[in-house]
Structure formats: C-alpha cells, structure tokens
C-alpha cells in the first residue's frame, strides 16, 4: 500500500495556526479584562436623574451640609436618599402644612414638576405616597459589608469617597471602590482622617502639613490599619 505523506507546508501552517490562535486569544481576554476593569466600569459613572438635582448648587453655592439630604449616613450603614418631603421643605410649592405654607422655592419651574407630582400623592411625604425613584451612582457589590456610619464616625471625609460633589453639577463617580482600592485605605488610613466633626466640610484643607494633620487625628481616634477580609466580607 502506497505510504500517504503530508506535504511539508503542513506542518508551518499547523504552528502558524496555532499561535496565531493564541494571539487572537490573548487580544480577547486582554480587551475583555480591560473593558471590565473598575476603571472602565465604575468611574465616570453618572446616570441621569429624574430630577436634574445640582449638587455644586445646593452643596457648593448654598452650602447645604450633605447630612440634610441624607440624614442617616451617621447612624446607619446607608446614606439614604432623600425623601420626597424633603425636597417638598423648598420646593413644596403653595400647599398648606398644620397651618403653615411650604417654601416656595422655583415653584413654577418645570424641572421640579416631578418632585411637586410626588408630593400631591404622597400626603406630605408619608408612606401613602410615591417617593421620587433616584438613580443609585455608587454601589457596590452585595457580598461586601460596608457602613457608612462607621466611616464617619471615625473621621473619613465624604470627600474620601465621593470626590468633591460640592463641585458636581452631576454627581459621577470618582473613585473605583475596588477592594485593591479600599484595602490602600485601610492599610494607610491618615491620609484620609481628620476631625469627624469636618467630614462634611467638604472644601476643608488642614494647615500645614496634611500627612501630620491625619496621623495626628488617626491617634487621637486609635485608628489602626486593618486589612482583615472579616471586616467588609461577613
């Protein structure tokens, strides 16, 4: 029987195939890695609201203390959105509360007929209602434990995390919230501590040297680093 032999381009064309299989391969997952890295995904991110909230307005130009709108951030491990009724308190337009009259803060603006929509349904606010549905921008995954009034308690500015929304005509995210990102928190806290009772003066800069101002505070408050996979994953 006559022998059957693979010409000899067979075998460059088999080696040329497979790394160029390889290559291809590694294209994919180097742009499927790039295109799901936190930096990628996360920052920037900045959906659009139902009402066109201006936080370099109210936290910038009239300098609202953030705790106003989210009023739980200190005792509780969400920073709550605000409710409807708190918008109501300026933009309530002309209604009548227990004898009083609501602000009337931009009462014809078409921009707040949402909010005004809201209030009229939802009894000043209470449960009967239904409260304005805000676009969550910082979230992060369901297996990891984080408490907001943990951190602010213990010094961490709103700055730390959020970037100078004071200075955001739309909030967006700043930071990535990886956990390669907090754990550099948690290893080097200083320089992300000062006085808890400045954590909302968000255009606050210590005197002099900045590192010393917040080891000076992460003393005083005993603050360690503390990159124990317990503390966010529980």
Not at 98 to 109: D, I, K, N, P, W
Request: glycine share 8%.
């Amino acid at each position: 029987m006559q022998e059957f032999h693979f010409p000899n381009w067979v075998n460059r064309f088999t080696v040329i195939a497979i790394l160029g299989g390889l290559a291809v391969g590694g294209y994919l997952a180097t742009c499927l890695f790039a295109a799901t890295h936190p930096r990628v995904v996360n920052v920037g991110h900045q959906p659009p609201q139902p009402v066109p909230f201006s936080h370099k307005l109210h936290a910038g130009q009239l300098k609202m203390d953030c705790r106003y709108c989210h009023n739980t951030v200190e005792v509780s491990g969400h920073a709550a959105v605000p409710a409807t009724a708190t918008c109501g308190n300026c933009h309530g337009g002309n209604r009548v509360k227990e004898g009083a009259t609501l602000s009337v803060v931009r009462q014809e603006s078409v921009l707040l007929k949402p909010i005004r929509d809201a209030l009229e349904t939802a009894d000043f606010g209470r449960e009967s209602g239904k409260p304005m549905e805000w676009e969550r921008v910082h979230d992060l995954p369901d297996f990891v434990y984080f408490n907001h009034s943990a951190h602010i308690s213990r010094g961490v500015s709103c700055v730390s995390c959020h970037g100078r929304v004071d200075t955001m005509e739309v909030v967006a995210q700043r930071e990535t919230l990886s956990m390669a990102w907090c754990l550099e928190c948690h290893r080097n806290p200083e320089k992300n501590i000062r006085d808890p009772q400045l954590v909302t003066k968000l255009d606050f800069v210590p005197e002099g040297d900045p590192e010393a101002y917040g080891r000076e505070w992460a003393e005083k408050l005993n603050i360690k680093p503390n990159v124990s996979c317990s503390t966010c994953h529980r």
